[in-house]
């Protein structure tokens, strides 16, 4: 949300989506088997386990979707550092935002307004846009 506005530049759409896909996969496909091994009687915080219980299965789908989400971190961190080089500009207000943080250029200069723009509602920038039509 805030990657334009401090950087200037947008992060690639199809490299967000796979992101996201990676990153909710990875969590349910981690946290839902711990619920089940826990309703089990698997304790926590214990390194290993003897194989007297059928934990191993759900185990090893929790460990791959902890690898899957340390995946959507990589795909992310990419995202970021391709997006600073390459990344399309992403203008004053890429999101059509309605408070005032959107209606100065992205990255914002060191003083953003010379005085305050008049404020008088809880959408200040769309006042904004309603009084220049």
């Given at each position: 949300?805030?990657?334009p506005k401090v950087t200037g530049r947008l992060l690639d759409e199809r490299l967000a989506?796979?992101?996201f896909a990676l990153l909710f996969v990875g969590a349910l496909a981690t946290f839902i088997p711990m619920f089940f091994l826990g309703s089990q009687g698997m304790a926590?915080?214990?390194a290993?386990?003897?194989p007297l219980h059928d934990w191993t299965t759900l185990n090893t789908i929790s460990t791959i979707g902890a690898f899957t989400i340390f995946l959507g971190v990589l795909v992310f961190l990419f995202n970021v550092m391709r997006s600073l080089r390459l990344g399309a500009l992403a203008g004053p207000d890429p999101w059509e935002g309605q408070t005032l943080e959107w209606a100065t250029?992205?990255?914002p200069p060191r003083h953003n307004f010379e005085s305050l723009p008049p404020i008088r509602s809880h959408t200040p920038l769309l006042d904004l846009?309603?009084?220049g039509r």
């Open positions: 949300y805030w990657f989506k796979a992101t926590r915080r214990v290993d386990y003897l250029s992205s990255p846009r309603e009084e």
